[in-house]
Each structure stands twice: as structure tokens, then as C-alpha cells.
């Protein structure tokens, strides 16, 4: 099974939806897909919890269907994101001087794609 993780850092939504529209696809071609939200893309944790907001919708069915893997602990306090993270049960990842390892994941097999 091909393993991807895309790591998601701009805050762009436009861009972030595409980050969410691959993830869903590879998962329903059979990947093993992760999302990791990085940088100024956490601050979309919070705006995205509101279903009125633009691709709302598309963020709620990567969040249900498993995809999100992780959310970076120190970006996330620095966008003021954290407790809305926190409120949707997100995992926060920071073994990396408070950010997540790209390393880890290649170190586990996933190819690895930046947006």
C-alpha cells in the first residue's frame, strides 16, 4: 500500500482545500494518507469549525474520515488555534522542538508532499 503524508503549511484556504481534496482521493483510491497542519494553515482549525465558512463542508469530511494526523502544537498556539484544536479532539504533534517530524514519517515509509 502506498503510504503519503501531506504536510499543509500555508494558510491559504484555497490551498488548503487542495490539501484536503488529494488526502480524500488517495484514501479512496486505497492509499494510507495522513494530513499533518502546519504553520499558518492551523489558524484554518479554527476558522473551519464554523459550517458556514468556505469548504467547511470539506474539512469536516477529512476530520471524519481519520485524515488528519496531527496538528503542529507550536504554530497551533501561535495562531491562537490551540484550544479550537483541542475542542475537536485533534492530536497535537510537537516532538520536534514543538513541531511535528517530517523524519518520523519518512523514517515509517510515507512519501512526503509540502503545500
Known amino acids: 500500500m502506498r503510504k503519503v503524508v501531506l504536510f499543509a503549511f500555508s494558510g491559504e484556504l484555497t490551498h488548503f482545500a487542495h490539501v484536503l481534496r488529494n488526502a480524500l482521493d488517495m484514501k479512496n483510491r486505497g492509499y494510507d494518507v495522513r494530513v499533518v497542519i502546519e504553520d499558518d494553515a ?19 469530511r477529512a476530520k471524519d474520515a481519520g485524515l488528519i494526523d496531527c496538528v503542529c502544537k507550536a504554530c497551533a498556539n501561535k495562531t491562537g488555534a490551540l484550544n479550537a484544536v483541542i475542542q475537536q479532539g485533534l492530536k497535537l504533534c510537537d516532538e520536534m522542538e514543538g ?17
Do not use: D, Q
Not at 492551523?42 to 469536516?60: I, M, Q
Not at 513541531?99 to 503545500?115: A, K, M, Q, W
Open 99 to 115: 513541531h511535528p517530524s517530517i523524519g518520523r514519517y519518512i523514517e515509517n515509509g510515507y512519501e512526503v508532499l509540502i503545500f
Open 42 to 60: 492551523t489558524k484554518l482549525v479554527s476558522l473551519l469549525r464554523n459550517e458556514t465558512k468556505p469548504f467547511a463542508g470539506l474539512y469536516r
